[in-house]
């Protein structure tokens, strides 16, 4: 049993400055849970107080069916990854990996035939008997995870360990990790920043601001129900386009006015939306949502050309009317220069609807 | 070329102003006394004034006692200055208010201590004593110490230690095992620091000390008699003094350049 429970758990600075707030999250055994969210949100804080190395103000924490909140670090049994990877400076590889084993006092040939193997499948052979001040970031990297592996921890804490790391082998890295994940079946937590890593490696999600959570879930679902305006735009880039809009009764089915864009909602959103007539709202737009071609649910939007990033498989087209700027990810093909005066069509099937007061989503579905 | 000629000459230029005095000081110890004023390089060299100084004049204990003295107030202070300044670094410790009585202990004018320091160890027989001297420079040397260390821990990134305890290692193992030997070079050039404040302390080792326990810099003021100022033992006598120093820094260059420059590399 390695589930991990935060119950509402604070890290409270005084004067009113908390680094987290109340926060409460279950993570099951086994599952890979990324916390995600903007600079200074409290992701590493609340790590470090699951690993035990910053203080827990108030709320208690649970690994399995251990209450770990006053335990040392040393007692709960978990790996941490740093950001900085932290590596001993003074000691070769081999010695980084060892120190935890000796440490708990796994005998010696146990210590051998694990690190042998963690070198093994991190490509570390090389390296075992050099200093970490003679590594790449990558290596350094890897090493990080090695010592973290040999230790056959319950729980693996990891944070931002390939932000520093080039595109390419962070990319690398990422189906690295998530294979690891499913080789050993240990419950992971990783924080990020960054919307790809926690799209492509969570099974679940955890975006946080300000000390708080904003919302839990499977990756493509919070995707495709964010619950406010903040969740929206963070899990994308480029960020979902938000519109104040207002929706108006109009001939027994819903018309919206958002900036340039005006006309019938389609049946659906119609009826799913009905409760926001004549309260002022947000209309947000995905950028793959707005198509180059007209479709069944579509709506016009002319503007002209203000952004034209040709990324090769894709186009990122942004267009300005009024002060409104869209953005939209379109087909290779469809490459307008600058200040040209183009259409584009919002597929409203895929719109989102928050309340503008509160940037809160109207609910889909039932 | 020529230009390389120019911009070493200047640095042998440099290099004299510093380096003359000193030579000279150790030309004037290898003459008889009536040649130390004269501006010949080396009238009749002998080596006359370093054998009056251990023969007739007590200087072999006088260094042994200094060597011993400055050794082990270092010993003595380090380990405590190393745990104080761990606990300045990581705990806050005592807050702005140790810090400050830490650096303003640096600030007062030794004497200002050491009358009362003579009270004290009157009252405990602990004057005319090694001892007695050593403790005084391991309680001079502890604040000064700690500042330093403070700093080198200051600059080890907390996650190693973050990492040592997630290891299974306690808050002491990690000092111990980590923090320690990352922070050796720092200790080495604290080491060094701390062994030359004490080697050229010379106040409190006059008004504590007597005759048996005299340390070189107070042997040396002994040579400035009502007779003169015996210059050529005087000269022997500094160039002596200066010798451990030369050897400790040159033993130890290595540390003291990363110990002192601790804080840019990681
Ligand atoms: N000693 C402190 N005193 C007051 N506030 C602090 C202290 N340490 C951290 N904080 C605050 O706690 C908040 C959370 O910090 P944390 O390091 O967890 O952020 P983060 O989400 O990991 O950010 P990043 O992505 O930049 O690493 C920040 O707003 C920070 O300013
Ligand atoms: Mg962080």
């Known amino acids: ?366 | 070329m020529i230009r390389r000629a120019l911009s070493h000459s200047g640095l042998v230029l440099a290099c004299l102003i510093v380096l003359l005095p000193i030579l000279w000081v150790f030309r004037t110890s290898l003459v008889p006394d009536h040649a130390s004023y004269s501006t010949d390089l080396l009238p009749q060299p002998t080596l006359e004034n370093y054998r009056v100084l251990f023969a007739e004049k007590q200087f072999g204990t006088n260094y042994l006692n200094s060597l011993i003295v400055s050794i082990l107030s270092v010993v003595l202070s380090m380990p405590l200055a190393a745990m104080t300044g761990y606990a300045f670094a990581r705990f806050r410790t005592g807050g702005k208010a140790a810090r400050f009585a830490t650096l303003a202990s640096q600030m007062l004018p030794p004497v200002a201590l050491a009358l009362p320091v003579f009270m004290l160890y009157r009252a405990a027989g602990l004057t005319n004593s090694l001892t007695g001297l050593t403790l005084v420079y391991a309680a001079i040397n502890l604040p000064f110490l700690t500042w330093i260390l403070m700093g080198f821990f200051e600059s080890i990134p907390e996650d190693l230690e973050g990492a040592a305890m997630t290891d299974g290692a306690t808050r002491w193992g990690a000092f111990w095992r980590i923090v320690l030997p990352v922070a050796a070079p720092g200790i080495m050039a604290a080491a060094v620091l701390g062994f030359i404040l004490s080697w050229n302390e010379f106040l409190f080792a006059l008004i504590l000390g007597g005759s048996k326990t005299a340390t070189v810099p107070v042997a040396l003021a002994a040579l400035q008699t009502s007779n003169g100022v015996q210059i050529s033992q005087v000269s022997a006598g500094v160039s002596l003094a200066i010798l451990p120093l030369l050897i400790a820094v040159r033993f130890i260059q290595k540390y003291l350049v990363q110990g002192l420059s601790f804080g840019s590399v990681k």
């Open chain 1, 1 to 366: 049993m390695t589930a991990i429970t935060l119950d509402n758990i604070s890290r409270d600075y005084g004067c009113g400055i908390f680094g987290v707030r109340d926060v409460s999250l279950a993570i099951d055994e086994g599952e890979f849970m990324v916390l995600l969210g903007p600079s200074g949100c409290g992701k590493s804080t609340t790590l470090r107080m699951i690993a035990g190395l910053e203080v827990i103000t108030s709320g208690r924490i649970r690994i399995g069916a251990r209450d770990v909140t006053e335990l040392a670090p040393r007692s709960r049994n978990v790996a941490v990854v740093f950001q900085s990877y932290a590596l001993y400076p003074h000691m070769s590889v081999r010695e980084n990996m060892r120190f935890g084993m000796k440490m708990r006092g796994t005998p010696l040939d146990e210590q051998d035939r694990r690190i042998a193997d963690a070198a093994e499948i991190l490509g570390l052979d090389p390296y075992l008997d050099r200093k970490p001040g003679a590594l790449s970031g990558g290596q350094r990297q890897r090493v990080a995870l090695g010592r973290a592996m040999v230790r056959e921890p319950d729980v693996f804490l990891m944070d931002e360990p390939l932000s520093n790391l080039d595109a390419k082998l962070r990319g690398e890295m990422r189906q690295e990790l998530v294979k690891l994940h499913r080789r050993l079946g240990k419950t992971m937590v990783f924080v990020t920043h960054d919307h790809v890593e926690a799209m492509t490696m969570g099974d679940r999600i955890c975006i946080m601001r300000d000390g708080q959570i904003e919302q839990v879930g499977p990756p493509l679902e919070v995707y495709a129900n964010p619950t406010n305006t903040f969740v929206a735009q963070f899990l994308a880039s480029p960020a979902m386009n938000l519109i104040p809009a207002r929706l108006t009764a109009a001939g027994g089915g819903l018309g919206i006015t958002a900036g340039p864009l005006a006309g019938a909602l389609p049946a659906r959103e119609a009826a799913l939306y009905a409760r926001a007539a004549a309260e002022p709202a947000i209309l947000g737009l995905r950028a793959e949502d707005v198509l180059t071609a007209p479709g069944p649910a579509t709506l016009p939007v002319s503007g002209k050309v203000i952004v034209r990033e040709a990324l090769g498989a894709e186009n990122l087209i942004g267009i300005e009317t009024d002060g409104v700027t869209l953005s939209a990810r379109t087909e290779r093909q469809f490459l307008p220069a600058f200040g040209d005066q183009v259409t584009l069509h919002a597929d409203m099937s895929q719109m989102h609807l928050f309340n503008a007061a509160t940037g809160v989503a109207y609910p889909k579905g039932t």
